[in-house]
Nanobody, 115 residues
Framework: QVQLVESGGGTVQAGGSLRLSCAASGSSFRFNVKGWYRQAPGKQRELVAF???????TYADSVKGRFTISRDNAKNTVYLQMSSLKPDDTAVYYCKEDGVGFSAWGQGTQVTVSS
């Protein structure tokens, strides 16, 4: 089994920054595709960004230019640097790992952006 543990969430004022981390362990393969998703109250979970083993990143239009996803394969950890945060970014953020024949999710970390 794969265990994913997110950290770094919290409350920040609009315009501020936060950095999320997701550490993988267990049967995780450090070169699998890793991603960040978020779910706001009353809304469906949506993709924020994902990154391939080579470091190619893809972002949702709503976060382009403000968020940066990165990975440290040696530590089997993926990061999400969030800047210029807006109240609309308020959500529970989840990391995800996609491997051959499986997907694994973390437990989520709350991000709250106050206006």
């Amino acid at each position: 089994q794969v265990q994913l543990v997110e950290s770094g969430g919290g409350t920040v004022q609009a315009g501020g920054s936060l950095r999320l981390s997701c550490a993988a362990s267990g049967s995780s393969f450090r070169f699998n595709v890793k991603g960040w998703y978020r779910q706001a109250p009353g809304k469906q979970r949506e993709l924020v960004a994902f990154i391939t083993k080579s470091g190619t990143a893809t972002y949702a239009d709503s976060v382009k230019g403000r968020f940066t996803i990165s990975r440290d394969n040696a530590k089997n950890t993926v990061y999400l640097q969030m800047s210029s945060l807006k109240p609309d970014d308020t959500a529970v953020y989840y990391c995800k790992e996609d491997g051959v024949g499986f997907s694994a999710w973390g437990q989520g970390t709350q991000v709250t952006v106050s206006s």
